[in-house]
């Protein structure tokens, strides 16, 4: 069940007591509890998925199984249209698909899924963030209505970002508040340390909410990528569980092997898989050039900065934790 009103009250209310008593063990940053790791959040988190494409990664796969196996809650998922990958209802279809063959298998906790079709935002002729005409996306009231269902004072909710930013630049236009409940990890762009670069891949697709999400949010940039094929090889299918999302996942494989570099799922192995994340650059969006659609917005080291830059990880741990989830028969009950 989501935490209740009264209990965020409660929760606060405890962890301002801990904190004035000397009690509380854990590092404050900006009013939230910081958790043991490198980044803000970690795998105790609530995850709202928010992508376009179904095919070319295994970004769902590792979402439904992660929340069964104590990682991540999976609180949401939300499909767009992007520009490379543009027909809505087919990108909803494949992830629909997905949440069937989960719950099939007796896998919990897998949420339904929210189609959104928001254009890209539009810059205002003043450069003002706040001047930014909102779409009022589905994507965005979906953000809006999880964060004040799931957050609490030390757990804000992530929104996992595999696409561009636009449905969460476009919740903040609608609630300013959502800033205080979120906090952004995406899969875009690339790493040339200590610098992140949010441009292509997923990062030119919406430049202006990249740079509201950039400015605005807590935000997390994974532009770091491994080879997704080591993930799940042809001569592993037969140990495959013997069930609807195993058998998603065999068909699936011969999509993934062209896509090796895609690896979506980054995004969401910060989060979810301990360890994964060797290296981060804490940063601020370098606005000295100014904004400039055709060039990817730079996050530059800043100590004091709201962004993280993931600038290393591990990625044959990846494997490893995927098969002993699907190799685990209690995750799929009985």
């Given at each position: 069940?989501?935490?209740?009103?009264?209990r965020?009250?409660?929760?606060?209310?405890?962890l301002?007591?801990?904190f004035?008593?000397?009690?509380?063990?854990?590092?404050?940053?900006a009013?939230?509890?910081?958790?043991?790791?490198?980044?803000?959040?970690?795998?105790?988190?609530?995850?709202?998925?928010?992508?376009?494409?179904?095919?070319?990664?295994?970004?769902?796969?590792?979402?439904?199984?992660?929340?069964?196996?104590?990682?991540?809650p999976?609180v949401?998922?939300?499909?767009?249209?992007?520009?490379?990958?543009?027909?809505?209802?087919?990108?909803?279809?494949?992830?629909?698909?997905?949440?069937?063959?989960?719950?099939?298998?007796?896998?919990?906790?897998?949420?339904?899924?929210?189609?959104?079709?928001?254009?890209?935002?539009?810059?205002p002729?003043?450069g003002?963030?706040?001047?930014?005409?909102?779409n009022?996306?589905?994507?965005?009231?979906?953000?809006v209505?999880l964060?004040?269902?799931?957050?609490?004072?030390?757990?804000?909710?992530?929104?996992?970002s595999?696409?561009?930013?636009?449905?969460?630049?476009?919740?903040?236009?609608?609630?300013?508040?959502v800033?205080?409940?979120?906090?952004?990890?995406?899969?875009?762009?690339?790493v040339?340390?200590?610098?992140?670069i949010?441009?292509?891949?997923?990062?030119?697709?919406?430049?202006?909410?990249?740079?509201?999400?950039?400015?605005?949010?807590?935000?997390?940039?994974?532009?770091?990528?491994?080879?997704q094929?080591?993930?799940?090889?042809?001569?592993?299918?037969?140990?495959?569980?013997?069930?609807p999302?195993?058998?998603?996942i065999?068909?699936?494989?011969?999509?993934?092997?062209?896509?090796?570099?895609?690896?979506?799922?980054?995004?969401?192995?910060?989060?979810?898989?301990?360890?994964?994340?060797?290296?981060?650059?804490?940063?601020?969006?370098?606005?000295?050039?100014g904004?400039?659609?055709?060039?990817?917005?730079?996050l530059?080291?800043?100590?004091?900065?709201?962004?993280?830059?993931?600038?290393?990880?591990a990625?044959p741990?990846?494997?490893?934790?995927?098969?002993?989830?699907?190799?685990?028969?209690g995750?799929?009950?009985?």
């Amino acid at each position: 069940m989501s935490p209740s009103c009264s209990r965020r009250r409660l929760c606060g209310a405890a962890l301002g007591l801990a904190f004035l008593a000397g009690a509380c063990t854990q590092t404050l940053d900006a009013g939230h509890n910081r958790p043991p790791g490198p980044l803000p959040v970690d795998e105790r988190n609530p995850v709202i998925l928010y992508q376009d494409d179904w095919s070319g990664d295994w970004l769902g796969e590792y979402a439904v199984l992660f929340a069964n196996s104590g990682g991540s809650p999976l609180v949401g998922i939300i499909i767009n249209a992007s520009a490379i990958w543009g027909n809505l209802s087919i990108n909803a279809s494949g992830w629909n698909d997905l949440v069937n063959a989960a719950r099939s298998s007796g896998l919990q906790n897998v949420p339904g899924v929210t189609s959104s079709d928001g254009p890209p935002l539009v810059r205002p002729a003043d450069g003002n963030i706040e001047n930014t005409a909102p779409n009022n996306s589905a994507g965005a009231a979906k953000i809006v209505e999880l964060s004040l269902q799931w957050s609490t004072p030390g757990r804000p909710v992530v929104v996992v970002s595999t696409t561009s930013l636009t449905d969460i630049a476009d919740a903040y236009l609608t609630d300013r508040t959502v800033v205080d409940r979120v906090v952004v990890v995406a899969a875009l762009g690339s790493v040339a340390p200590p610098n992140g670069i949010m441009g292509p891949p997923n990062g030119n697709m919406d430049p202006w909410a990249g740079w509201i999400v950039a400015h605005r949010f807590r935000y997390v940039h994974v532009g770091t990528w491994y080879d997704q094929t080591g993930d799940v090889r042809t001569d592993q299918l037969s140990d495959l569980p013997q069930n609807p999302l195993g058998s998603r996942i065999a068909d699936k494989l011969s999509l993934i092997i062209p896509m090796n570099t895609a690896s979506d799922q980054v995004a969401l192995l910060a989060v979810a898989l301990p360890t994964f994340v060797t290296a981060v650059q804490r940063a601020s969006p370098d606005i000295s050039a100014g904004f400039d659609p055709t060039q990817g917005l730079r996050l530059v080291p800043d100590a004091g900065g709201t962004a993280w830059v993931v600038t290393q990880v591990a990625g044959p741990l990846a494997a490893g934790r995927l098969w002993e989830m699907l190799l685990d028969p209690g995750i799929f009950g009985p």
